[in-house]
């Protein structure tokens, strides 16, 4: 699939600059029919370390080989149910010894086919890992396992009166969310996993268990190792654990929705709230299409126009005043329907549809897979590429959905398409493209919080040029063998 | 100096487990005492390149060869004097042609020794790029060279309503800051350097010029080489340029000052507002000595008693509203003195006292020089290893003054000393080593925001253990000639 993404894209002239990487990767491209399989020393030895919780069962194959992403992704020759950092450690020499790929595996919400075994291997299966280790209300921190779940780990904490705020839609694993840098409608708020994880225990390429920072709220000591594996994608280690930043619940909580006149109204608001640097603890964006689909799923009646969502949280003083300034704001833009909600139950019903917004649009055409495009851009540019991209959805023709973490520049086009229909497919895929390259030329990013994975590799040589070099000799230097989730963020070898 | 350190530190019993780093850093150690002086065939090539800007003066070498921390830093062979990325990306070629050493400088207030020539070499003097590139306001960002102060930069945006809110104190060099990845009194409310360097500007050790991040809120696109080079003490790169993120001016601030009976009480205070989740801008604590050492020093007459100051920034409302809810703390806590100041008068009263901390405390003992330390620890510990650290001064029979970026659990005991007086010296390091290794028995670390440098390599290796050997993998990958800042962080190799 990519291949095509490939040969597309070397027409644009963005790429010319990348003529020596691409040279590089068409070499690799070459390579990557040859898989490593697990040899049948390989699979012996890690059933003799795991008994019944070595799979190779075409069913759990299957399953370690989907996720919620477009891409075809590749199922791997066996899966590793571990249950403790030791057998992650242990697995990885292992594979090691021979070669052998090993690709983690958290909830499998991926949506740049993370958890594809493109070269063959082991799945490392983290769901087994799901202990909350320890929580310290006191310090406003916890410690678990990677295999945790964000909605399991908000269900535990409940009776403590802390939460921990990333919210990327899915019921993703904290793995999962460290492994691709995740972040969502908090992020405005609460920040993202690089400023929410504190200390990582992780696995590295020779089966070495490192920790990595510290429960201090602040450290110089040394590089920051936390962070170069948090969105590394496991391309350098397995995290196993890690220790996360709790915030208190708030004491009120405020949300409005209102609709606009044009999509440009909508973000001009958002770009106005940030500057004058009111405090919002969400602030989300939905085209007409999104709302219409939010609407039907869901059996809402909102308005069917750009609308936005904005929630403050604080104290009920904060969040009166707050709501007060962005309700003025709004009405500056010429916004209708503005509705307000405190009690929790009008608060729900406001969030509900953008919660089910992803399944809402696949719903428009039923049957459908979906792609969804991660682009973000310098707050400044957000109105233009927003307008500009809708120009190009009505002129190729394409029904899309945008919905966006506006407060942070990034926004998705959510397109369902049907892998029967190769021209739909390629106007999808073609669509896509061109956005990355207008974010790319608007000074953005290719993408805000899904991570490269399989989609996005040529972007990044693109985006970051020289520096993906840098990014590969330490890939090299960590990882000789290029074992860890080959294939992924880099071209890998086979 | 260290050596001293690491002999005496030896018989720590947390020193056992680190039995085979020590027994490296032995054979390195050895070496240190040659040089990799910069041949003439170096200095010649570099005074073709900079003319008059290479300088070999004895008075310019030694005044590269000072900073504000007690280690008996060593003069650099040559100082280049650059005025652009690429005149550095020339000065480090031709210093990798020949092994030679390159140590980049700012302002010289590095209290860890960082701009030391440890094992000769080139100092790449950075003041004279110093210019504020481009500042877009509607993206709450700006791009500074490497050699712009922190107050330059203030002072610059001032007209913009915006500002850069990192402030260590120091007049910092930008590019110092990042190195140190420096934070300071508003670190509780905007972050450190980590979270408000959004991309880099940076040679890498073969003269490669790279360009890391983006401007855009957020990424999950590859490796996080920002954030792994904030922070690594120019030991990997040197950092030419910074796209930063800005904040709006607060509307209003308010500022309390009030002293307490005991320190556990005024750490205590800060624990209950800190999970109270009550916004502060700064919450900065001090000791009596810090207090007494103030009031001479300043002219003031604050009561010489445990003290916080803490200070709010958002709308009138808010901060009256915060400011409400942090009396009735501070009560709770049987404080006593309470003085609040809104205007900007008032305010830079109560402040005057706390920037001037520093040299208050070596006025106390007039000629000397100081010691300050930097460990950070877990909220929940932080009121322990205080009172523990003043019992210790105490039977030491020391003086040491107490200052305190509480909200973020790091603190800070200056302590003044003569360096003709070995006795007192010996005294001081002790203190100093104790109180670090305290910290790491608390889960703490051994600096929140000075950084390694010469002082903290041996800790370095206690604290983080089995992932120092991945942070060295990864110098030498960047950095195979070890020019880059050497002796460092890691025991460097002559």
Known sequence: MWRQVISRASRSPLQARNAVFLKGSALQRRQLSARRTAPSETISALRELLGDRLSTSRSVLEQHGTDESYHEVAPPDAVAFVESTEEVSEVIKICAATGTPVIPFGSGSSLEGHISATFGGVSIDLTGMNKILNVEPENMSCRVQAGVTREQLNTDLRATGLFFPVDPGANASIGGMIATNASGTTTVRYGNMKTNVMALTAVMADGRIIKTGSKTRKSSAGYDLTRLLIGSEGT????????????????????????FNTMKDAVDTCATVMQMGIPVARMELMDENAVEAI??????????????????????????????IVQEIVRDFDAKDIELATSIEERKKLWSGRHSAWWATLSQLPGSRGLVTDVAVPPSKLADVIVETQADLKETGLFGAIVGHVGDGNFHVMLPFFQDDPELMAKVKGFSSRLVE?????????????????????????????????????????????????????????
Not at 304 to 322: A, D, F, K, N
């Open 236 to 259: 350098l280690a397995v995290v196993t654990e890690a220790e996360l930043r709790l915030f208190g619940n708030p004491e009120a909580e405020k949300t409005m929705i209102c609709s």
């Open 295 to 324: 609407n039907k799923y869901s059996k809402l009646d909102n308005a069917v126009r750009p609308s936005l969502i904005i929630e403050h949280h604080g104290s009920p003083g904060e969040i009166e005043e707050q709501s007060a």
């Open 438 to 494: 207008r974010a790319l030329q608007y000074e953005g990013t290719c993408t805000g919080e899904h991570g490269v994975g399989l989609g996005k590799m040529k972007y990044l040589s693109i985006e970051h040029s020289d520096s993906v070099d840098i990014m590969h000799t330490i890939k090299k230097a960590l990882d000789p063998k290029d074992i860890m989730n080959p294939g992924k963020i880099f071209y890998g070898k086979a």
